[in-house]
Structures are given as C-alpha cells and as structure tokens.
C-alpha cells in the first residue's frame, strides 16, 4: 500500500510518501481501508521528535482517519491506530473505531478523534460546563476551537470565541458562538468584562497557554475554571488572581483519558453527529502525497476548521 513514513525525526521534509507493507490483523484488530486523515498539532510534535512520546522509527504518522473496515464495508471514524493513518489502509483497535453516521463525510469523520475528542473532554468532563454557564474559547478558529463552540453552544452554554483574523471570526460565529472577539486588539479582555457585565467567564478553554493564561485569570468570575488544552511554552501567572476568585486551572491530554471516558466521549459525539449539531468543519483537503504541506499548514496562524488528506476512494 502507498502510504507517509517517518525515517528520522525533523521538519515537515521528512514525511516521505512511499510502498509500504499492508498491516495484517490479529484478534480484536480490524483493518480499516481509509478513506481520508485527519491532521493534527501533535502529529507535528511527535514528527519533530520533540514531544514527549517518540516512536520507534520508522513509522506513518496519524491517530484520525475514516473509512470502511475490510471485508464488511462499515463506515467508521477512528480515533488511534495501531499503525498510523496517513496510509492507504489503517490497522486499529476495535475499541478505537466508531460508526460513522450516514450524514458525516469521510473527510468529516477524519476531523473527529483528537478534535472533537479533546474538546469534549475538556469543556464536559474537566470544566464541568453546564447550561447557563458562559464560556470563552479562546482561539476558537481551529479543529478543536469550532467541536469546542458547537458543543458549548448544544449545552446552552453562552459562547465567545475569538479569531485573530476577520474571516475566522465570521467562521466563528457561524458556527453557534453568540459572540465573537479579535484577540489581537488590545481592549478585546475589556469588552469582554463588557459582555459580562463585569463578572467574567465561568469557564476558559485555552489552546495558547503560555501567551494567555496569567490574562485569563483576570477576567473569569468566581469559582472560574481554566483548561489548559494547548501551550508553547512556559508563562508567569499570579496566583493571587487565581485565589481572589477561587479558580481552578486544569492541565488536559486526551491521551490520559480511561477507556470509559472515551465510551462517554464518542457516544456524545456520536449522538452530536447524528442530530446534526455537531458538524466538522474542513478548511481544506489536499491529496495523501502532500503530507508535509499540511503539515505546515496546520501550523500557521489564522487556521479555519480542519486539514484532511484524500485518501483513494
């Protein structure tokens, strides 16, 4: 099968797109036919050789994918792979497949695992969000920032977002949050205390820790919650913001989730999915070959929604 392999750590450079063996399963694996991969920040990580988990080289990148399973034809999302999923054929774990509703697109099903995954467990499980509570997602134009603002905005949760440009922002709001902020303007934290009549947020998703998180324990009210889903680097806070409120920051991996909270998870995906009120958004597709471009791609700032790569049909 044709599929990206990984023969030393790097840049984007060393993703080459080349034969390799077809995986062969064994008890409780099935052999997915993948139709489309979902690319991810942490693919990024691990690919540079940085991240905390290294594989062993070489090895295909990927945890997301959709496709069918061979030899019944089931429509499935996975979330993890045994093998990798940038290639023509995945081999997973039955408990990292999931059935693909009929509505979703295989392209669509690739933007699940890490994204709606991760911002599932985030705003329910860590932060505890409830109806009533408003929320404040900020960077909320990426894979996980949109799961992030149609599930709060499902939960009857008052959303705002923020974009660093005018056409993520309008993605934004498209897509259920009820406002939308430019976090590169330097009032954007005073209209936020606007917006809340001075009381700050209940809960902050966070995607940029180290260039927000000592701002963000400024503007959440009492008994606020912060989860820290993605940082760069290290940040000084003051902890007096976070004891003059009470507040609480969370550190989140979704790798550190138990089997049962992935059943959880996927089954409230699943249930979003079917209804429609969770709707992946794909902002572009490019052909499996062009696995480093992506890979750039997801990268750079100003991101809208998800980067899928084509697999054959």
Do not use: W
Not at 96 to 121: C, D, K, M, W
Not at 150 to 173: S, Y
Not at 204 to 220: C, P, R, S
């Amino acid at each position: 099968m044709k599929g990206i392999r990984v023969h030393e750590f790097g840049g984007p450079e060393v993703l080459k797109f080349e034969e390799i063996p077809d995986p062969e399963p064994i008890e409780n694996q099935v052999l997915v036919r993948v139709h489309a991969v979902g690319i991810n920040p942490v693919d990024t990580y691990i690919r540079s050789g940085t991240y905390a988990f290294r594989p062993e080289l070489p090895y295909t990148p990927g945890r997301d994918g959709a496709g069918l399973v061979e030899g019944t034809g089931e429509r499935v999302y996975f979330a993890g792979s045994l093998s990798g999923s940038y290639a023509e054929l995945a081999l997973c774990d039955r408990l990292q497949i999931y059935a693909l509703p009929e509505n979703v697109s295989f392209a669509a099903g690739a933007s699940i695992g890490v994204p709606y995954g991760t911002a599932y467990r985030a705003l329910v499980h860590c932060a505890r969000g409830n109806a009533g509570d408003t929320v404040l997602v900020h960077g909320a134009t990426g894979g996980v920032g949109t799961a992030a603002v149609q599930l709060a905005r499902a939960r009857g949760m008052t959303v705002v977002g923020t974009g660093g440009t005018e056409p993520g922002r309008e993605m934004v709001k498209k897509e259920g949050a009820h406002h939308v902020l430019d976090h590169r303007a330097p009032d954007y934290l005073e209209r936020l205390m606007e917006l809340t009549d001075g009381r700050g947020v209940d809960v902050i998703l966070e995607m940029l820790a180290n260039v927000n998180l000592g701002k963000d324990l400024t503007v959440l009210a009492r008994g606020g919650r912060v989860v820290v889903i993605g940082s760069r680097g290290t940040v000084e806070i003051n902890p007096r913001d976070a004891m003059a409120r009470e507040a609480s920051i969370t550190g989140m991996v979704l790798l550190n989730a138990s089997a049962e909270e992935l059943s959880r998870i996927h089954a409230g995906i699943y249930a979003g999915l079917e209804a429609g009120f969770l709707r992946p958004v794909i902002g572009r597709e490019l052909p499996l070959a062009d696995a480093a471009e992506a890979h750039r791609a997801v990268m750079e700032p100003g991101a809208r929604g998800n980067i899928v790569l084509e697999v054959g049909a």
